[in-house]
């Protein structure tokens, strides 16, 4: 990308007109804000920062506080950019990511009606063989495709599922809307008609003996073609420890998000997972997963189960009572795990939730007081990397490895949690500017959810926007953004000794730093239906 960037950085869906207003500059001030009828409103003085570490602009947020809906100008030197304010601004952009999801299934006809111009028709539908026994085939249908390829994995689909169900949980009116998919006028949430989608295929990912198969994949990435089009046979790979104790908890949790919507369904996936835990306990010796030889697609080879287990545990006691899931629970956490984390490798922070607001109390007081105590001064620490970040960016200079938007929402979702427990408004502050991030307050000036903003994503790794012949990609899906960990030699090759923060390109090789992934839209859906439920509740009042 050439750098035509502006020197003011923005949220570029709009902004809220209950939530504080605020921009990145690079360089000195003023920055003036006029209204519509050219009237100044505010001047911002600022002076030249130092530095940033992570991508080596000098920058700042500038802070424009609260302003009534309306648009605005902003003017820094010989620069203007508009910025708009409304009651609700992120519906579209967060009722988007959770119809990204849509467009992610496989194994049936995306109509037209739903899919707009981006029809095709079902893919995937030939019986799977057992990869340790290929003579064996049994037909599994359904679920997401994970990412920019056709695979499908039970690990990252649970945690997707989970960030979808605690956002409807937590935040019911900030994702609630119809979307226009085949469900929607079922009388159940779209948001829980799309997660439904993947728990149906989960379900068939489960062994007899109660086990996980890890993964539904090839043994090779297809190239880049339409999902229809790629024959090549699919397999049933080994089961794993963190397959299992994952998806027994992802169901364990849906089990009582359906409760009331679906008894039947309810009930099955509780039985599932209930048998899931049967197996884990009968082998409490860990099962890795690692590729079989000749396998080359994804592996999400996670060398931990604990947090599994112990995320598993206290969607169990939940769903039960039961008291020994609940001791289980305390004796896992004991011996140390990360409460702020839920990406697939990390899941504990999803035991967290599930202990400090769905259980609550009831969780007891190493699960509820100490754990509270735990998280709380993790959030203290994911909001000081707010504070030393130019962009006002809760990831350390250090921090950007593959899929870095993960991190980022993760660490967004702690601080709106750490808001709700305290009430105290500095962590909402926090965590809306990793929101703004997402939507283009950032280094490269890019929003970076397709199909929206002035400058938005538009050669995600994405098998589907790639081959599909239609000029946009597919809307609604996020990008990994920076990555200057484990990087490509081509990435490498162009970009150099880039800053971190910058170390992105906008192709559709650059799987490192432009990939999509279903476990990325998800704690996004999460933050947007956060801050969608406060300008909603804000609106009321
Ligand atoms: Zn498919």
């Known amino acids: 990308?050439?750098?035509?960037?502006?020197?003011?950085?923005?949220?570029?869906?709009?902004?809220?007109?209950?939530?504080?207003?605020?921009?990145?500059?690079?360089?000195?001030?003023?920055?003036?804000?006029?209204?519509?009828?050219?009237?100044?409103?505010?001047?911002?003085?600022?002076?030249?920062?130092?530095?940033?570490?992570?991508?080596?602009?000098?920058?700042?947020?500038?802070?424009?506080?609260?302003?009534?809906?309306?648009?605005?100008?902003?003017?820094?030197?010989?620069?203007?950019?508009?910025?708009?304010?409304?009651?609700?601004?992120?519906?579209?952009?967060?009722?988007?990511?959770?119809?990204?999801?849509?467009?992610?299934?496989?194994?049936?006809?995306?109509?037209?009606?739903?899919?707009?111009?981006?029809?095709?028709?079902?893919?995937?539908?030939?019986?799977?063989?057992?990869?340790?026994?290929?003579?064996?085939?049994?037909?599994?249908?359904?679920?997401?495709?994970?990412?920019?390829?056709?695979?499908?994995?039970?690990?990252?689909?649970?945690?997707?599922?989970?960030?979808?169900?605690?956002?409807?949980?937590?935040?019911?009116?900030?994702?609630?809307?119809?979307?226009?998919?085949?469900?929607?006028?079922?009388?159940?949430?779209?948001?829980?008609?799309?997660?439904?989608?993947?728990?149906?295929?989960?379900?068939?990912?489960?062994?007899?003996?109660?086990?996980?198969?890890?993964?539904?994949?090839?043994?090779?990435?297809?190239?880049?073609?339409?999902?229809?089009?790629?024959?090549?046979?699919?397999?049933?790979?080994?089961?794993?420890?963190?397959?299992?104790?994952?998806?027994?908890?992802?169901?364990?949790?849906?089990?009582?998000?359906?409760?009331?919507?679906?008894?039947?369904?309810?009930?099955?996936?509780?039985?599932?997972?209930?048998?899931a835990d049967k197996w884990l306990e009968a082998h409490p010796e860990f099962v890795p997963y690692t590729n079989p030889e000749g396998v080359h697609t994804g592996m999400y080879g996670d060398r931990e189960v604990k947090d599994e287990l112990f995320w598993a545990a206290c969607e169990l006691y939940a769903a039960t009572g039961e008291a020994a899931y609940r001791e289980k629970a305390e004796a896992l956490f004991s011996e140390g795990l990360n409460v702020t984390a839920y990406g697939w490798a990390d899941v504990s922070g999803l035991g967290a939730i599930c202990c400090l607001f769905v259980l609550k109390e009831k969780a007891g007081e190493t699960l509820y007081g100490a754990l509270k105590k735990q998280f709380l001064e993790a959030c203290g620490s994911i909001a000081a990397l707010t504070e030393k970040s130019g962009y006002g960016t809760a990831l350390p200079a250090g921090g950007y490895g593959w899929g870095s938007i993960l991190p980022i929402l993760g660490n967004a979702m702690s601080l709106i949690l750490a808001s709700i427990l305290t009430g105290e408004a500095s962590y909402e502050n926090a965590a809306l500017l990793q929101w703004d991030y997402v939507l283009g307050l950032n280094a490269l000036d890019l929003c970076f959810v397709t199909g929206f903003g002035e400058r938005s994503v538009q050669n995600p790794h994405h098998r589907p926007s790639g081959a599909d012949d239609i000029p946009e990609p597919v809307p609604g899906l996020i990008s990994g953004g920076p990555n200057k960990h484990h990087t490509y030699p081509m990435t490498k090759e162009k970009l150099g000794d880039a800053p971190a923060a910058k170390y992105y390109l906008d192709e559709t090789f650059s799987a490192d730093t432009n990939e999509i992934a279903i476990y990325w839209n998800s704690p996004a859906i999460f933050v947007g239906a956060y801050f969608r439920s406060r300008c909603l509740a804000e609106r009321k009042n």
């Open 1 to 275: 990308m050439e750098q035509s960037f502006s020197a003011i950085r923005m949220n570029q869906t709009g902004y809220a007109e209950s939530l504080p207003v605020r921009v990145a500059v690079l360089g000195e001030g003023p920055l003036t804000l006029s209204d519509g009828d050219g009237k100044t409103v505010k001047t911002v003085s600022l002076q030249l920062p130092e530095p940033d570490e992570a991508s080596g602009d000098r920058v700042q947020i500038a802070d424009l506080g609260r302003l009534p809906a309306g648009t605005y100008q902003l003017t820094l030197r010989e620069e203007t950019r508009q910025i708009r304010v409304e009651k609700d601004p992120w519906k579209a952009v967060t009722n988007a990511l959770i119809k990204g999801l849509y467009f992610q299934r496989c194994g049936c006809d995306l109509e037209e009606k739903y899919a707009g111009k981006f029809v095709h028709p079902a893919c995937h539908t030939a019986p799977a063989a057992l990869w340790e026994n290929p003579e064996v085939k049994r037909t599994v249908i359904g679920g997401w495709h994970d990412a920019g390829d056709y695979g499908k994995y039970v690990g990252p689909g649970a945690v997707t599922v989970a960030h979808m169900l605690y956002a409807w949980l937590l935040f019911e009116s900030g994702c609630e809307d119809p979307l226009n998919i085949p469900e929607s006028g079922n009388g159940i949430p779209d948001i829980l008609n799309e997660a439904r989608y993947e728990l149906e295929w989960m379900l068939q990912m489960q062994r007899e003996d109660g086990a996980f198969h890890h993964k539904l994949t090839k043994a090779r990435f297809a190239p880049f073609i339409m999902p229809q089009d790629d024959h090549e046979p699919e397999y049933l790979m080994p089961v794993s420890h963190c397959a299992t104790a994952a998806a027994c908890a992802c169901l364990a949790l849906a089990a009582g998000v359906f409760k009331d919507f679906d008894p039947d369904f309810s009930d099955r996936m509780l039985g599932a997972a209930l048998e």
